[in-house]
T-cell receptor, first 114, second 114 residues
């Protein structure tokens, strides 16, 4: 079946630095990927929709200059958290459409900013 | 607009007892509904999905859900709980088609008591 590989699975960074999270579709082409954020004991909140070859669409309240999304190929989307701060510490999950009804999720990235 | 409401943020059942996790949806168009399970620090795994075919949907690990339009519900059930079922469960809705994102419920944490 369709597999989405997300790396790294966890990362610790210093406040003020940037962190890049990768999401790859391993055996299919993903024209659309989604990035979610999940705080402890809470649900997933959609941050942005990433379309291959075009600008990402951000949800209301999500800073596009802080959360940079690049979807340069049909198999790779990246989320870069720029100038990270402790409040950005969260669990980030990507997903990709695998057909009209299919969505596959990555395994998530635990970001801790110290 | 699409949304889902999960009643009960925490549910506890005894091992071998019936599992019932509630989900009600709101949608201006025929919805596609999903149940996902999440284990700690992991991504989401699809349990089952409703995409306007049979109203009773059978999923993995013995779970099933019934789409009831009159009640706008899509409750998840399992006849006999197992210890390995302890996890976070999310109901989600999308209106299908290409590029449509998920809207997740707030999640229900299932505890199985031995």
């Amino acid at each position: 079946g369709a597999v989405v590989s997300q790396h790294p699975s966890w990362v610790i960074c210093k406040s003020g630095t940037s962190v890049k999270i990768e999401c790859r579709s391993l055996d299919f082409q993903a024209t659309t990927m989604f990035w979610y954020r999940q705080f402890p004991k809470q649900s997933l909140m959609l941050m942005a929709t990433s379309n291959e070859g075009s600008k990402a669409t951000y949800e209301q309240g999500v800073e596009k200059d802080k959360f940079l999304i690049n979807h340069a190929s049909l198999t790779l989307s990246t989320l870069t958290v720029t100038s990270a701060h402790p409040e950005d510490s969260s669990f980030y999950i990507c997903s990709a459409k695998t057909g009209n009804y299919g969505y596959t999720f990555g395994s998530g990235t635990r970001l801790t900013v110290v | 607009a699409q949304s889902v409401t999960q009643l009960g943020s925490h549910v506890s059942v005894s091992e071998g007892a019936l599992v019932l996790l509630r989900c009600n949806y709101s949608s201006s168009v025929p919805p596609y509904l999903f149940w996902y399970v999440q284990y700690p620090n992991q991504g989401l795994q699809l349990l089952l999905k409703y995409t306007s075919a049979a109203t009773l949907v059978k999923g993995i690990n013995g779970f099933e859900a019934e789409f009831k339009k009159s009640e706008t519900s899509f409750h998840l059930t399992k006849p006999s709980a197992h210890m390995s079922d302890a996890a976070e469960y999310f109901c989600a809705v999308t209106k299908g088609g290409t590029g449509n994102q998920f809207y997740f419920g707030t999640g229900t944490s299932l505890t199985v008591i031995p």
